[in-house]
């Protein structure tokens, strides 16, 4: 292949005072076996920097440059707060840099190594923020692919950052590790089954990944091990891993059913989306639980032979478009203005929200109400203090859903409280990845239209998703 | 030409096929050479254009053999000429143009998959290719094994050409797309930062459709001009 040698030893260029760029070189802060990490600092940019030089040359591995390519080139277009922001880079055949924001934290790694023993509630709260990340990430068509420990950055504050795209996917980009001859490119013991046969535009394999994290810092242990040989890393493809409660019994069920949901061997069988996820990670009621999460003991040798056998004809399931992951397991906000007492519009956001629901197996509603505020100085009735004008309204909420009938893991309630309802409705819409608001625009209120048509419109404006109006 | 212009493009590159579709030929032909004269842009011959002064009739279809047929009944004798002498290839130091592909050019060979696209590299010699003829926009890059691999760019992204790799660009026609949308296709490269922008760009085809109509030219051409077939 054409790619030249005879760069001028990057280490020549990049040496602690120099200035490439108008970036001025701090100390080297780490070496590794792909490319050499400096920090700097630049005039008019007021972030801690770092830049990373690609170990390029004589002697040096191939990998190592489009690895530099690929990320430069995703990292550019990414817009995330759980991504390290881009500030430049130079030219690939004089002086290879990408410049970049200096995350504070330290990696997942360094906590796993120390053999840090994490609590549930911890392995939970740093997957669902995992989870978070992975969807910035393919909301915008990109797959990390290489989502390990020590590609996770923690920081002070909890903060979640994913780094290192070398090995990523972007869709709109051409992916220059496409058709590579080495199959399986990337940690043995974290990637998906689908990524050892070579597929890279699978955004189910981050949640695959996502899962064997989640089941190490529960257990201690990797579910599929750290194989050397590609027969070994096929194993994962009909190999089911130990289930987690085995090693340790405090883990509850739920949680057994839902990491086991990410590894499973079929991207189709695990949770469709980073956000869907995220959302059972946070509602631990929503989770159904299967069979998965009642496993004690580890397969059978007849039971693994035969999964064996249906393995040898692994087919990986069709790749969705990234973004589009998430239309497919919406998650629906119904507003619902419970003050509102016209029969006909109720009934109508009832019927759009059954068929909406209807169209979409594995959507979900979340109703959503939202109150001034409660007061103070509580009455000595209940319906008057806060707990019990929230309930007054949940009731009426789950009033409204009662004809949908709907499962209780399709379905939640939120009385939301704020002086402003359409910021709010917004706000909750962003934090939880929704994909539609639903809201109903009575004819029939002649005295309050006017504040609220400006909150629909507001809505209309602001939504970070589609907003369904039904009228009667 | 407006909108390359704003976009900062210091020198066009006409790929061919500037007449044969469409009902201006004749302005078409001076505002290119003019630019050419200039140095402002280097233009390729296409296979219409030299079906204006070769035997092409049982090369082509009969809706172009009869846009031929008019388009050489409104050319002046130097118009032809200046097609006649427009080359078919033109190297540069790292970058190739022309027509349909740099392997045989005159044979009016399609690039549409990863074989056409490799012989094509392979015969330019050039980091860079650029290509017309088919009418659909893509990309191809030279993957870790060689083989040159088809990317459909998303109009308006710059993506990142860097010169260690060959890539060879379609970059579309500026009529009948083909993809069903009629917007025009072009592409911008700036060397030095190693970017490729593939655009699409509204124009009035039907206006241009019209034009095509009224030159008594076969409806087809015209129809495809707005559905973008």
Avoid at chain 2, 18 to 39: F, H, K, M
Avoid at chain 2, 205 to 228: C, M, S, Y
Wanted: with cysteine; hydrophobic share 40%; charged share 25%.
């Amino acid at each position: 292949m054409a790619i030249k040698t005879d760069i001028q030893a990057v280490d020549d260029i990049f040496q602690e005072g120099k200035i490439v760029d108008g970036f001025l070189l701090g100390p080297e802060v780490h070496r590794g076996g792909m490319a050499s990490l400096f920090s700097a600092t630049k005039e008019g940019i007021d972030m801690p920097i770092l830049l990373k030089i690609p170990r390029v040359g004589r002697d040096q591995p191939v990998e190592s440059l489009i690895g530099f390519e690929t990320e430069l080139t995703i990292l550019r277009a990414l817009k995330s707060p759980h991504v390290p922001k881009y500030l430049g880079s130079g030219n690939m055949a004089t002086h290879p840099y990408i410049a970049m924001e200096r995350v504070s934290g330290h990696p997942l790694e360094d906590l796993i190594k120390e053999g840090k023993k994490f609590s549930i509630d911890e392995v939970i709260h740093i997957g669902a923020d995992l989870a978070q990340a992975v969807q910035s990430l393919h909301a915008q068509d990109a797959i990390h692919l290489d989502i390990k420990p020590e590609n996770i950055l923690i920081d002070d504050k909890g903060k979640l950052t994913l780094i290192d795209f070398g090995l990523s996917h972007h869709s709109r980009y051409p992916d220059l590790l496409a058709e590579e001859m080495r199959k399986g490119i990337g940690s043995a013991p974290y990637i998906s089954p689908e990524q050892v046969v070579g597929v890279r535009s699978d955004s189910r394999s981050d949640i695959f990944s996502i899962g064997v994290i989640m089941y190490e810092m529960l257990t201690g242990a990797l579910p599929f091990g750290n194989p050397q040989t590609m027969g070994g890393l096929r194993k994962r493809m009909w190999a089911q891993a130990f289930p987690p409660r085995a090693i340790r019994k405090e883990i509850p069920r739920w949680l057994q059913e839902v990491v086991l949901r990410c590894l499973e061997s079929r991207a189709a069988d695990r949770y469709q989306s980073a956000t869907r996820l995220r959302q059972v990670l946070r509602d631990p009621e929503s989770v159904v639980l299967t069979e998965r999460s009642e496993r004690v003991e580890p397969l059978s040798f007849w039971e693994h032979l035969k999964r064996w056998i249906r393995a040898a004809g692994y087919e990986p399931s069709p790749s969705p478009r990234p973004s589009m992951t998430n239309l497919d397991a919406p998650l629906m906000i119904a507003a619902i203005d419970t003050r509102q007492s016209d029969e006909d519009l109720r009934e109508r956001m009832q019927t759009t929200a059954k068929n909406l629901l209807n169209a979409y197996p594995e959507s979900r509603l979340v109703c959503i109400s939202t109150i001034a505020g409660t007061p103070t100085y509580e009455g000595k009735q209940e319906s008057q203090t806060a707990s019990g004008i929230v309930r007054g309204h949940l009731v009426q909420l789950m009033e409204w859903a009662k004809p949908l009938k709907l499962p209780p893991e399709r379905i939640s309630y939120h009385v939301l409280e704020a002086l402003n309802a359409a910021s709010r409705i917004v706000e909750f819409a962003k934090d939880n990845d929704a994909s539609l608001i639903l809201i109903g625009a009575s004819h029939k209120m002649p005295n309050k239209v006017t504040p609220w048509r400006t909150s629909m419109t507001k809505i209309v404006e602001e939504a970070p998703c589609s907003v369904h109006i039904v009228r009667t | 030409m407006a909108r390359a212009k704003e976009l900062g493009v210091t020198r066009m590159v006409f790929l061919g096929d500037i007449v044969g579709y469409n009902a201006d030929p004749c302005a078409l032909i001076d505002r290119i050479g003019e630019l050419v004269a200039s140095n402002k842009a280097i233009a390729v011959i296409g296979n219409h254009d030299e079906a204006v002064f070769k035997d092409y009739r049982n090369r082509m279809n009969a809706n172009a053999n009869a846009a031929i047929e008019w388009t050489k009944s409104q050319l002046s004798a130097s118009q032809v000429q200046f097609l006649k002498d427009l080359p078919l290839i033109v190297n540069e130091e790292n970058i190739c143009f022309t027509h349909a592909s740099a392997h045989n050019p005159e044979e009016w060979n399609y690039i549409t998959d990863s074989m056409s696209a490799w012989l094509c590299a392979q015969s330019s010699g050039k980091i860079y290719t650029f290509v017309g003829h088919s009418h659909e926009q893509a990309l191809f890059y030279q993957s870790a094994v060689g083989k040159l691999i088809r990317f459909a760019p998303h109009p308006g992204d710059e993506v990142p050409v860097m010169r260690h790799r060959q890539w060879v660009s379609v970059v579309g026609s500026l009529g009948q797309p083909r993809d069903g949308n009629p917007e025009a296709c072009f592409a911008v490269f700036e060397p030095e930062s190693e970017v490729l922008t593939f655009h699409r760009i509204e124009y009035d085809q039907f206006t241009a459709a019209e034009k095509v109509r009224r030159a008594g030219l076969p409806e087809d051409l015209a129809n495809r001009l707005i559905t973008g077939n």
